[in-house]
């Protein structure tokens, strides 16, 4: 297992999130990126094939995204409820109607209260305990509610290739899963099944450009702005060959596991 150590208290308690907000989260850039129809295509699409309706909670939610999207799209089908560290990013989740717990979620007092689903999209590589995160949400779903999981792939051709020089090589991750490493997660918080284990997502920009740079943080905004192109280009009809080549580009790295992400798919027993 890959992991920081030590761990600075910032990234422990979350305030470095609410730092980040401004020049990341909440840039013009990012919201327009992630509010945009085909932000959350992928992830969308494997929730629905599990979970076609019912409650939702979505741990760190950020600017609530995933849940706008999920409950537009599906009216009717679903109630959802966001929770994350980072104050002014749950402020604009608010202002677009997501429903949100301003709490922590270990700590919070959930009562009666069980989901369908719960869902982690990009958040346990940042958290110093994710194994309690995982008995949380295995305490909250109801018998046969499903857990998505979705983190960078430590082993991915980026991370192979790039080593160091990877932009999602940094300070706020704290933990670098692989596909065995996450299933032993899993396995060490018992009551799971695992129902699917994949890899996806593939941008060979990030991969040529962290080629070219020395090894330090990419500006939030530069991010952002690359977020935002690659964005417009999937939504551009012009570029609906180019878009096939990806695509089969992309599944080939998944089926041998070698996507930029791990996605799983936990059943609770």
Known sequence: MLFANPVETQFIQGTFYDQLAEPYYLSADKLESDYAPVRFRRELRLFRRHCPKGSVIDVGCSTGAFLYQLTIRHPGRYTGLGTDVAGPALDYATSRDVNVLRASFLEHNFGEQRFDAVTFWAVL?????????????????????????????????????????????????????????LNRLVAHEHGWSVVNLQTTHFNPIVIWQDWRRARERVPDAERAGLLKKTTAWKQDALLAPARLVYGAAELCLSRMRLADNLVIVLRRR
């Open 125 to 181: 590589e940042h958290l110093a305990e994710p194994g309690q995160f995982l008995s949380k949400a295995r305490a909250l779903l109801k018998p046969g509610g499903f857990c998505f999981i979705l983190v960078p792939n430590a082993q991915s051709l980026a991370t192979r290739f790039l080593g160091t020089r990877y932009r999602y090589i940094m300070a706020e991750h704290l933990n670098y899963f692989t596909a065995d490493t």
